[in-house]
């Protein structure tokens, strides 16, 4: 599973600093984490929330059946008492199918102290698929789940059954955060239909069951359950949210999961105030005065800067290998960018060797496709498309770009209209994306491409890029470290508005390939094979320029003492023990 989204993740938001908590009980002082985020989360509701920063929150709030180990990066029971029995029924056959037996731990309990049952977690499914659900990352991932029965003589287990094999089966159907059925749907308006009914559904049938499901969806999709409504079984409550300024998590006492074996569901601070902070410099600046304890997402830049300060700050930095790849998008539907010629020759005008020594001071390393370079199923020994201007020149010669009126842009007729070889580049505000629209531009206009550089707000970028209106655009890809599957990002069923193939790339051999690979359970090897094949089109049909995959950088207190991890922001907040 994965997202992708611009560069950086920035709103333009108010500084406010806390430098600490007091018991009001006993009057102590307990022991206060106090984070940078770069921006606000847009809202703390998991399957509604679109930006990583929410997810970094909601992991404490809210709690799946299983998740990653963040050190080992195995999947591991959280609400489950075991690993599932899965059964793969007809395999090798066309209609292969599995089966998912769950059963939810004893003494997993909600905040009220009633139990999380297989009812919660039904809920949870049916709520994600309903016909008027407005954002379909949950529903587009559960596509092979025909049916989910709970057992009515053991609430606590659960039978799944997907009408398919799927590489990400596990993942789907134990990984998503399990909601409380009486708090978002007290009136069990989703216990009058079966999943699989549901499932067929249609939403412009008027009913009363409808009416009573858009209802709740509509109730679901308030701020009330995105900022003032957010409960789960998590080690962490939601205390106080000020918009612009401050998030306050809080331990729970007495928690029923505090003897669990997951790292997910430690809780060492007592507290966990996220400061809302998109200026990296003010960042900086108040982890050096000691108003904060943990700054992590750091630029290279940034990270270089307190190398040489370290020391005379009690600072300690740390950075790690995550997911992560940065990458510009072109819009392959464009009429100019839909020629494979002019988009090769747009990525021989990238030096990607330069951006991994000079601006991120080697911390990055390059990528070449959308296969992690981190991930066992890269393919070794591709080379990032070289830098070579003169090989743009033969290229876009080969499509018949030339300068036929001598204004120094090269031209082409298309469509019985002399077109100019110009695009435009959306970015974020951040240093970063303006320094690589900059160098692009640069080599760009050496070749005859003319590049406008369109800063914008992060909300706006967003917005224009999911309408597809756009040609280039600075993007990033955060993926976890589940097997990757392509079909979101890059098949030609997901190159609509409602899709998120941005790059709208499509191509009917990569469609094969990624069909096949979602359906290839259980034989490695075929795995292997259909990654390869799938990067090499990739490689070859280039729908996007291929970047750099950073490290993650963080820098935090002497006083505290913290794994950093792979998975992003490159550490878990409640894993850290103060010294």
């Known amino acids: 599973m994965n997202t992708s989204g611009p560069f950086e993740f920035l709103l333009i938001l108010?500084?406010?600093?806390?430098?600490?908590c007091t018991n009001q009980e006993t009057g102590s002082i307990s022991d206060v984490l106090r984070l940078r985020l770069r921006s606000e989360p847009d809202r703390l509701n998991p399957m509604l929330s679109r930006t990583t920063l929410a997810s970094q929150i909601e992991k404490y709030l809210f709690l799946p059946l299983q998740d990653y180990d963040p050190h080992s990066l195995d999947l591991k029971p959280v609400l489950l008492e075991s690993k599932p029995e899965i059964e793969i029924l007809n395999a090798g056959n066309q209609n292969d199918s599995m089966v998912f037996n769950l059963r939810i731990r004893d003494d997993a309990m909600w905040d009220n102290s009633t139990p999380v049952t297989g009812y919660d977690y039904l809920f949870t499914y049916k709520l994600a698929i309903n016909p008027f659900i407005e954002y379909l990352a949950w529903k587009n991932l559960t596509f092979a789940i025909a049916d989910i029965v709970v057992d009515?003589?053991?609430?606590?287990?659960?039978?799944?059954?997907?009408d398919q094999t799927y590489i990400l089966a596990e993942e789907v159907v134990t990984g998503f955060n399990v909601y409380p059925e009486h708090v978002y749907d007290p009136k069990q308006v989703l216990r009058q239909i079966t999943f699989s009914d549901l499932r067929q559904i249609d939403p412009s049938t008027s009913s009363e069951v409808l009416d009573s499901i858009r209802l709740l969806n509509d109730q679901f999709h308030s701020v009330r359950f995105s900022r003032d409504v957010v409960i789960g079984c998590g080690p962490y409550r939601l205390v106080n949210w000020t918009a612009n300024q401050q998030l306050l998590l809080e331990k729970k006492?007495?928690?029923?999961?505090?003897?669990?074996?997951?790292?997910?569901v430690v809780s060492n601070p007592d507290r966990i105030i996220y400061h809302f902070i998109p200026d990296e410099q003010t960042a900086i600046s108040n982890l050096k005065d000691g108003k904060l304890d943990i700054a992590?997402?750091?630029s290279a830049e940034?990270?270089?800067?307190?190398?040489t300060s370290q020391s005379e700050h009690n600072l300690t930095l740390l950075n790690s290998k995550g997911f992560t790849y940065l990458y510009i998008g072109l819009n392959n539907a464009h009429p100019v960018l839909s020629d494979v010629l002019v988009r090769r020759a747009l990525a021989h005008l990238v030096d990607v060797e330069l951006l991994c020594n000079e601006l991120f001071y080697g911390l990055a390393q390059p990528a070449t496709?959308?296969?992690?370079?981190?991930?066992?199923?890269?393919?070794?020994?591709y080379k990032p498309?070289?830098?070579?201007?003169?090989?743009?020149?033969?290229?876009?010669?080969?499509?018949?770009?030339?300068?036929?009126?001598?204004?120094?842009?090269?031209d082409k007729v298309i469509k019985g209209k002399l077109t100019e070889l110009a695009f435009g580049i959306k970015i974020t505000r951040s240093q970063l994306s303006q320094d690589v629209a900059i160098l692009l531009k640069s080599q760009a206009a050496e070749v005859g491409i003319e590049i406008e550089i369109l800063p914008q707000d992060f909300s706006v970028t967003l917005t224009q890029i999911r309408n597809r209106d756009y040609e280039l655009a600075a993007l990033s890809s955060i993926q976890s470290p589940s097997l990757y599957d392509p079909y979101p990002t890059w098949h030609s069923h997901n190159a609509n508005p409602t899709g998120s193939n941005y790059c709208q790339f499509m191509d009917e051999e990569a469609d094969e390939i990624i069909e096949t690979l979602r359906q290839s359970v259980s034989d490695s090897s075929t795995i292997r094979r259909l990654y390869n094949d799938f990067q090499q089109i990739i490689y070859e049909r280039q729908p996007a320029i291929f970047l750099v995959s950073p490290t993650i950088n963080l820098a935090l207190r002497t006083n505290l003492k913290l794994e950093s991890l792979k998975i992003r922001p490159g550490y878990y907040e409640n894993l850290v023990v103060f010294d």
Do not use: C, M
């Open 385 to 410: 498309i070289s830098f070579d201007p003169e090989k743009s020149i033969t290229l876009l010669n080969e499509s018949g770009w030339q300068d036929s009126n001598n204004n120094g842009i090269r």
């Open 152 to 162: 009515s003589l053991d609430p606590k287990a659960i039978t799944v059954s997907l």
């Open 253 to 264: 006492e007495n928690w029923w999961g505090s003897s669990l074996n997951h790292p997910l």
């Open 369 to 381: 496709g959308p296969i992690h370079p981190n991930s066992d199923y890269y393919r070794n020994g």
């Open 296 to 298: 992590a997402d750091l």
């Open 302 to 307: 940034g990270f270089q800067q307190l190398r």
């Open 14 to 20: 108010v500084v406010f600093l806390f430098s600490g």
